[in-house]
């Protein structure tokens, strides 16, 4: 049978597992459009901008296990989804992305739309090629989609020229095998477990891999028999926690904080996670929490299988016992103003068993994760490379990816208006996601920053970090994308608010005034 | 006087004659915001969204005639406004980006926010340079600052580690000198000449520069003299046109009409444009409507004096008269349905004195161009680099600019939510800015797009098209941003509350469902 590039493009992302496209085509995308039509399988989910729609793929892959493709339109197209791009691969999140461009003999033409698609695709993927002929796509399609699930995963974004697509001599290729994840080195398990056993205060650091429930209870039972400590790196991709889960704080994300919590630690243990670094640098302070004479071992790296090697440390220390974990939920909603203490309360009493939270709460919502060690069991998204604008798309790509689940996205106002579009895919698609918006009405954490470099802002600063001037209602945006939506003003209507929306199919948005 | 590098980049900037700033800061940002305080004259307008930031600096250098300041946060702060740069660096436009990024010493501990900022910087700038120290910041200000307004004007990238900001040593830069733009070169002017004596039939082609009253009109006598004709190129960042003025039509967009138009031509000189060149290839078609046995003359390049060189042509064809030009508005209000030329009689009618046109209307709005050329004068702004979500930025940026002139957004839905956040920032600087959204609620030049490829799209391809389920309400989100509006389904509710928002302060959206 006689197929095009992109026909054959469509088949072998079939053929390789991946089922879901989040999508904002273009010109140079409409032959991979067409042949949606042709080729029946793919689930396509349009976003409104392109940030949506790689946030989205994003999601998918973190709670899916498998990447989704995005199919995007040129260099801009790839420009304006590159900020969760990077978001997605400090998660090291599995991604196929399909990018078309200008026909191969049409791009030294320099039409307007040509521009250095190679060039922004290297800086944010792990894998890139540009297909010059229709008949290598498949094969090329083939390798993006293996290479995106080789561990840790990562971004692999596969530039398609249009007459790559269009010519006739597509070929399917079959899927191709995924490496396992590399054992831990022996040696370095030894080292690890010689260090725990030296009576010195040691701090065991878990990310990517390691934060699922087991690799992290057997944390626990490591810790438990050593006196060490266990805590999680400030960003994470997923978290798997709550009831009967052991809870893992993370290191927190001001710098005092977390040179204050890391100083009395001697050694240092890294389990699948770079070494912990502060955010930004600040005069006369250190650019890590780690202490400069501590001990610090790489056990893992984030491509290690974390589960065989937490489960080799175990054995390497004797095998020590599982520890239950104590603590239970306390079930009592928050009362009164709006606060962070008394949203925690309630997002801990009425989260649903098996919920998908995406938190991009930034500094309203620094005591929700602590708080919520104890709620029904969940998973917990971070927005791990600091672009903000992370959360309406994660959301909705987790809800794409677990239908059965219910997803909260908790919000900050000033990180929502970057990629406000997702709402209408969440309505499009009828995604059971509740969105919190946490209306500040300014950029409070750039308040604090500023306190930080130690000015007293005056008028003209302070007008950079206002919000307000006017106010965004959000529940008018909501609506105007096909959310229903409602404003809480008191814990009371929050509660209410949320309680309902989490009894109800489709999304909702509440805008908490606090 | 002792100042940190931040608060010289701000005198600096102010010294070089720039003294508005489109800004959506982040941490790294915080001694620039500061500075701000200390250091009086800079106007600095808030974005949400790094693409209305760009997009509206962009707008602002088209009617202000000298480029904005920017300020940027890291890598993907970049990204984010990546597309709205593309659509200036195809538009020559003069601009000064102030990218905050990682301190010199932090960017080795690759943090969460580090990304290859110089390189997405290079990819879209004329001039990028990464300061490391406080001591160069001034000087290097200085030097963007005459970088962006060589001709045909740039893109100008500073890069600024948060250390060569905080720390003390800055040095203010006086303005540099801004270099004339080079005139025409004589052998160039007089094959020109020749070439336009020979008979044969000639397409003279404006771009850049040559888009002005005067040179238009220069280039009207050239032809009247001579027997050719004068078109612009398909986009552009600025034409002065209507009524008093000399009519010029635009390359068309589709490539049978652009193919078709210019086949008749045995010669083509370019006046400060690039060959014309088609959108994108498609099968079968040609790469440019210039016919490949035509002779082609470059006259100008971008860069060049376009008046003198247009002064210089009509001088060597022995100075031809000027020719009055003929047409005059028809004072006729568009009735009954909505279409794109019901819509072109009213804004050809209504259309105020000395208005700005930011046209994003994509296909809709192909006939308001060719309808208004004897509307009262105004300045027409292309999105030029193809890059959807232009418009809503462009036309902030211009209203800025202009404040004594009212500007009207010409705009498709599609584009018109890939940077919708803009309508708070005319809200917050209440801008005098009407913004018409069509609302066919798809992507309907795709849908022309797919049937060209020859597809006859079925339900899957169709659903990646379709902006409806749900609707989107463009009021409410209007309104949510603090934008009042109104929907207009006929003409006679368009013509009042076009003409209504055209006589009152501040912004007003018409959503006009068509």
């Given amino acids: 049978m006689s197929m095009n590039g992109a026909e054959s493009l469509v088949h072998t992302l079939l053929a390789s597992g991946i089922d879901t496209c989040f999508a904002n085509p273009g010109t140079s995308e409409m032959h991979f459009v067409a042949a949606l039509d042709r080729v029946p399988g793919m689930r396509c989910i349009l976003g409104l901008q392109e940030n949506v729609v790689t946030g989205a793929a994003d999601g998918y892959a ?28 400090r998660a090291n ?19 307007p739309l040509t521009a250095d698609t190679e060039g922004l695709a290297r800086a944010v993927s792990g894998w890139v090629r540009t297909c010059t002929t229709a008949e290598e796509v498949g094969a090329q399609a083939a390798v993006a989609a293996q290479a995106a699930q080789t561990s840790p995963g990562t971004i692999a974004t596969l530039i398609l020229p249009s007459d790559t697509c269009w010519n006739d001599g597509g070929v399917v290729a079959a899927r191709l095998p995924i490496p396992a994840a590399p054992t831990a080195a022996p040696h370095a398990v030894k080292i690890a477990a010689e260090l725990l056993r030296n009576g010195k205060k040691t701090l065991i650091v878990l990310g990517n891999g390691a934060l ?11 810790a438990a028999a050593t006196g060490a ?20 704080n993370r290191i927190p994300y ?20 770079p070494k912990p670094v502060i955010f930004f640098a600040y005069p006369n302070k250190p650019g890590t929490p780690v202490p400069a004479d501590a001990q610090l071992h790489v056990m893992t790296r984030p491509e290690h299988d974390q589960v065989q090697a937490l489960a080799a440390l175990a054995d390497e220390l004797g095998n020590p016992a599982h520890v239950p974990h ?17 949203f925690a309360a309630t997002l801990a009493t009425l989260m649903p ?28 998204l971070n927005v791990t490379g600091g672009a903000i604008g992370g959360g309406i798309p994660l959301a909705t790509g987790a809800a794409i990816a677990a239908p059965d689940r219910r997803v909260i996205n908790l919000q900050a106002d000033g990180s929502a208006m970057y990629t406000i579009q997702g709402l209408w895919t969440q309505a499009r698609e009828n995604l059971d996601i509740t969105t919190v918006i946490f209306s500040n009405r300014k950029y409070q954490i750039l308040i604090g920053e500023l306190a930080n470099v130690g000015a007293n802002p005056g008028r003209t600063a302070m007008d950079m970090l206002d919000l307000g001037n006017p106010d965004i209602d959000f529940v008018k945006l909501s ?23 989490l009894n109800r199919k489709g999304p909702f948005l509440i805008e908490a005034i606090i």
């Fill in 212 to 222: 699922r429930a087991g690799p992290v209870a057997d944390a626990h039972r490591i």
């Fill in 229 to 248: 400590d266990v805590i999680a790196a400030g960003s994470n991709g997923r978290v798997e926690r709550g009831r009967g889960r052991h809870p893992v």
């Fill in 326 to 342: 104590t603590g239970a939920a306390t079930a009592e909603l928050g009362r009164g103003k709006i606060t962070t203490e008394a």
């Fill in 93 to 111: 999140t599995m991604m196929v992305n399909c990018v078309g461009d200008q026909a191969t003999y049409h791009r030294p033409l320099d039409a």
């Fill in 353 to 380: 068993e098996n919920a998908i939270i995406a938190d991009e709460s930034v500094t309203f919502g620094r005591a929700f994760f602590p708080a919520t060690h104890h709620a029904a069991p969940h998973d917990w």
């Fill in 254 to 273: 001001p710098v005092d904080q977390s040179v204050g919590l890391l100083k009395q630690y001697a050694q240092v243990i890294l389990v699948g996670t």
């Fill in 62 to 89: 973190r709670i899916a296990g498998k990447p989704a493709a995005t199919l995007l339109h040129c260099g801009p197209g790839l420009a304006n989804g590159w900020a969760n791009l990077h978001n997605g691969r």
């Fill in 479 to 501: 609506e105007g994308m096909g959310v229903p939506g409602a404003h809480a003003t008191t814990m009371e209507q929050l509660n209410d608010l949320l309680a309902g929306s």
